[in-house]
């Protein structure tokens, strides 16, 4: 039945042991791509889709349950996006609301979830998130938008400047620096609200060995857009270059939370002993049979099941939409921080109740997104290592307050700027705690959880509570709709 799929994630959270769902079948070549057939209206799939390979299409393949209400197919609608301010996870219990929501609505739900786990490298994100995003636009700045949220928009003269800036990377490539230098200066003229004349400029200052003006230059390029991110890290190889680490570290930071993709920014990153414990973000796929069930597929773990469950139920649930975010039933699925914070923290409810019904090693990468969320809240995490990675523009022009959030995080959990974590939300303990003190806190542990648990079982009302944790815990901006500008 439906409900023996989908209702282990509810008998887990209650205490019970095991897991349903159906096992995955043997792909034929992992490294095959094949078109699949799903449910959904001719043309509904976006040209950017990429086929499916053997394995993903067997996770797919339908289940032999009978579909009542069969599910569409849901792609992001690229153009909203909804942020959030970054707080932090005071009480388990707000996390176990979460948890304890999700599988409420998996038992409930008259669609068909099917839910698995399988090892390998089966996410599909273009799906989840969209195609891979462009390099960063060296010909467009961020205006302020509603909200604290940015929107990019040409620069004046660029179509002017393109040629000039041509011509100086056509000098360039035959080795007439002193040429370029002169073609960029002309570009400049033409359009100096670019940022990519100024960066070109820097670059070939800084290769003819004008050090000084490449620095002025460079930071002309910030001050023309401080949200494009390849002048930070020009200033940072500089300094990288004349032995400031911290300046480096700084710029390097700065860079990343701007455009989080950045292969330029973390390699000068790892180059600076980025060395804290960065953690991964769940894998999973997440698409529509040709039935109309519902595929959810992660790894092995309730935690990692529970965060997939969630990011389905946000996707395929537009009732639960519409009362979370207080929104019409009718508005399009887009990408929000909202979303992954509440999904990663329904997660780590259910790896609290995991560590609370048995004795098995503690995860270090949970561990540490629970210090992480208790500590500083989770909405860096989200922008970077999810959102920012899939869609760096969002990053770009995200609010002054989560950018800062950003920030922090490649401070914290990839330059390991923190202190060790304290308090009922780690059991990674100080090797030199005497065996006494030892006891003690994982007593502690063990009655804070129990506690959090209780309370939030006793909770009926599942909407209230999220909404409330949602006004509480989070100041989302508007999304990004050109029709809110009406």
């Known amino acids: 039945m439906r409900r023996a799929v989908a209702a282990f994630l509810l008998f887990t959270i209650l205490g019970a042991t095991g897991c349903a769902g159906r096992k995955p079948q043997e792909p034929a070549s992992p490294s095959t791509t094949v078109q699949v057939k799903i449910h959904g209206a001719p043309g509904s799939a976006p040209a950017w889709l990429p086929a499916y390979t053997p394995q993903q299409l067997a996770l797919l393949a339908p289940s032999d349950h009978e579909i009542t209400t069969p599910a569409p197919r849901v792609f992001p609608d690229l153009e909203r996006f909804w942020y959030a301010n970054n707080r932090r996870l005071d009480e388990p219990e707000d996390a176990l609301k979460f948890t304890r929501m999700v599988a409420t609505i998996l038992d409930d739900s008259p669609r068909f979830y099917v839910v698995d786990a399988a090892p390998g490298d089966i996410a599909n994100p273009a799906v989840q998130y969209g195609p891979p995003a462009d390099e960063p636009d060296g010909w467009s700045i961020a205006r302020k938008g509603p909200g604290g949220a940015s929107e990019l928009v040409p620069a004046a003269g660029a179509a002017e400047a393109r040629g000039e800036l041509a011509r100086g990377e056509a000098l360039a490539a035959r080795g007439d620096g002193a040429g370029a230098i002169a073609a960029y200066r002309a570009a400049a003229l033409k359009s100096p609200k670019a940022p990519a004349v100024p960066l070109a400029l820097a670059a070939a200052l800084a290769k ?64 600076l002993g980025a060395g804290g414990l960065r953690v991964a973000p769940f894998a999973i796929l997440l698409d529509v049979d040709s039935a109309g069930a519902i595929h959810v597929v992660t790894a092995e773990g309730t935690p990692a099941q529970m965060y997939g469950g969630c990011r389905a139920v946000m996707r395929y649930e537009p009732e639960v939409r519409a009362q979370i975010f207080e929104q019409p039933r009718e508005t399009p699925y887009y990408l929000s921080v909202v979303e992954e914070v509440i999904c990663l923290e329904a997660a780590l409810g259910a790896y609290m109740v995991d560590r609370k019904n048995d004795d098995d090693e503690p995860d270090a990468n949970l561990e540490e997104l629970l210090a992480l969320a208790h500590e500083e809240g989770l909405a860096g995490y989200v922008m970077f290592e999810i959102l920012g990675q899939h869609r760096p523009e969002r990053a770009r022009v995200a609010p002054p307050d989560v950018h800062r959030a950003m920030v922090r995080y490649v401070e914290r959990d990839l330059f390991g700027q923190k202190s060790a974590p304290v308090g009922v939300y780690t059991v990674r303990l100080d090797a030199n705690e005497d065996e006494h003190g030892l006891d003690e806190l994982k007593e502690a542990i063990k009655s804070k959880i129990e506690d959090a648990v209780r309370r939030a079982m006793k909770d009926q009302d599942i909407a209230r509570d999220v909404r409330r944790r949602m006004r509480r815990g989070f100041s989302p901006s508007r999304p990004t709709d050109d029709d809110d500008d009406e």
């Open 208 to 271: 003819s060995g004008k050090i000084e003006e490449a620095e002025r230059a460079y930071h002309a390029a910030v001050a023309v857009d401080p949200t494009f991110a390849p002048p930070y890290l020009g200033l940072a190889e500089l300094a990288e270059k004349r032995g400031d680490v911290a300046a480096a570290r700084k710029l390097t930071a700065e860079a990343l939370a701007y455009q989080p993709d950045s292969r330029r920014g973390l390699a000068l990153a790892k180059r």
